[in-house]
């Protein structure tokens, strides 16, 4: 008999609302919280950007998503889409095999409505506090405000679902504070019309620096390359010749940035510089749950980049398993990442599958963490999910011969090591040696072949 427990799911992006479904499924009473009045999280494009295009202002307005106009997915559709509802059910898509941000939304809304998520869905909801009812205990806090009302509601498990795209990282660079000219960071770029060359008197920027060549850098330079003078992009390289970009006349490679001045100028590692007007900053997002409180359990470190200790970046192990996390992962396929994680945190709740121990898991988490720093991998990249990483191992197809105890115990480390495994026997039973046969050889000397 499964167990059956209230849980409050944060944030009804993709992964929240595909973790409603699955604790759904498994039985359990839900509850997604959503601070915008609409599910889709990221993708819901908003035409607004915060008033402090770097958003530093601690006390801007928070604009959730970071979606520019042109924005096309960077995975094909069929990997745009949970295990049983292929993005074909959304209506009316135009069947780029990429599809464009406003695809993806109308497939998350069907999505809900399929599966009746809506209806637990509460909007304009934002959770304020999280935190547990007692140490040690199994019950949580959520505390909500929706317009002017606040509540609080106990509840047995938290799953977090809150997005790690809305609080940008802005690049270190020196003399910065001197330099003359504009900055955004890539979350509050929406168009490329503000970039026009300044000889149209409308438009102010003509020359950009983008830092950054990652998904967004790359999109996004592009993009301003069709109406800027000059577009530079700085890699995250040092060792890098400066050269023109894909097919572009105004586009243009370079490495690092070494540092700007107040003249305005902007030199680059590679020996070359611009008298730039604006740099636009793609370099990422800080991981932020500014309602959690765990009295310093989970905690954010390296400048925001790494949230731990996660027990497969899912689950805490000193609050497991009341308290988890859908999503913290990057660079894979995500949603069905995010729905395999849902699954898990769905039947470990019910008591259908258990975690290690607490101890277990620590000890997982440090692993993880030695194996990166002896592959020469970044902590920063502790969440990163990318098929390079020596951390990600080959998967082999592996014949074993045999299955008495040496083919046992080989079959044991190939599986574990992530293998497919065949084990060919020729016998009707495994043990080899060990199983017992009471018949002898017509030869008792074993001598004809
Ligand atoms: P989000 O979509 O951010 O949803 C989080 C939700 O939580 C939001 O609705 C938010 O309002 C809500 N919320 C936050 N805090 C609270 C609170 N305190 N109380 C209540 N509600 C709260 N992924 C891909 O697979 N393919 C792509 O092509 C791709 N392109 C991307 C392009 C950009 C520019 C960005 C920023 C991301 C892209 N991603 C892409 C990654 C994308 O973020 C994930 O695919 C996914 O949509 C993230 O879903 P999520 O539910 O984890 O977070």
Redesign the pocket.
């Known amino acids: 008999m499964a167990e059956s427990r209230k849980v409050a799911v944060?944030?009804?992006?993709?992964?929240?609302?595909v973790t409603a479904r699955e604790l759904q499924r498994e039985g359990h009473r839900v509850v997604v919280?959503?601070?915008?009045n609409q599910?889709?999280?990221?993708?819901?494009y908003n035409p607004r950007v915060e008033t402090d295009l770097l958003s530093l202002d601690l006390n801007r307005e928070i604009i959730?998503?970071?979606?520019?106009k042109s924005?096309?997915?960077?995975?094909p559709r069929k990997?745009?889409s949970f295990s049983d509802c292929s993005f074909d059910c959304a209506e009316n898509g135009n069947r780029l095999n990429?599809p464009e941000h406003e695809e993806?939304l109308r497939f998350l809304n069907e999505f809900a409505k399929d599966f009746a998520i809506n209806e637990l869905i509460r909007l304009n909801?934002?959770?304020?506090r999280v935190a547990p009812v007692e140490f040690g205990g199994n019950r949580w806090v959520v505390e909500?405000k929706s317009e002017e009302l606040s509540s609080e509601e106990v509840f047995d498990s938290v799953v977090i679902?809150?997005?790690?795209?809305?609080v940008p990282r802005i690049a270190n660079i020196p003399g910065i504070n001197k330099w003359p000219g504009k900055q955004i960071h890539?979350h509050n770029y929406r168009i490329p019309e503000p970039f026009k060359d300044q000889a149209r008197p409308l438009y102010t920027f003509s020359i950009v620096v983008v830092i950054g060549d990652g998904?967004?850098g790359l999109d996004i330079c592009r993009d301003i390359a069709t109406v800027a003078k000059q577009v530079h992009l700085s890699t995250r390289y040092s060792e890098i010749v400066v050269s023109k970009l894909d097919n572009y006349e105004n586009l243009w490679n370079h490495s690092k940035i070494e540092h700007v001045d107040e003249s305005g100028e902007v030199i680059f590692f590679d020996g070359s510089s611009i008298h730039a007007d604006i740099i636009l900053h793609c370099t990422g997002?800080k991981y932020d749950f500014?309602?959690l409180e765990t009295n310093g359990i989970v905690s954010v470190d390296d400048e925001g980049r790494v949230v731990g200790p996660l027990y497969k970046h899912v689950f805490p192990p000193k609050l497991s398993p009341c308290l988890s996390f859908?999503?913290t992962p990057?660079q894979g396929?995500?949603?069905r990442m995010?729905e395999l994680q849902a699954k898990w945190i769905a039947q470990v709740l019910s008591g259908k599958v258990f975690l290690p121990s607490e101890e277990e898991m620590l000890a997982d988490v440090e692993d993880h963490n030695r194996q990166l720093e002896e592959a020469g991998i970044p902590k920063r990249h502790t969440h990163r999910l990318d098929p390079q990483s020596p951390l990600m191992a080959e998967s082999r197809k592996v014949a074993v011969i045999g299955a008495g105890p040496s083919g046992l115990v080989t079959t044991r480390e190939l599986q574990r090591e992530g293998h497919r495994v065949v084990v060919f026997e020729k016998s009707n039973q495994l043990g080899g040696l060990w199983a017992y046969n009471p018949r002898v050889e017509t030869d008792l000397l074993s001598l004809d072949p």
């Open positions: 944060i944030g009804a992006g993709a992964s929240g609302i919280f959503e601070k915008s599910l889709g999280g990221v993708w819901v959730h998503s970071s979606l520019y924005l096309r997915t960077n995975l990997l745009m990429f993806v909801t934002e959770v304020v909500s679902c809150n997005g790690h795209y809305t890539s998904p967004s997002y500014p309602f859908v999503g990057y396929v995500l949603f995010f």
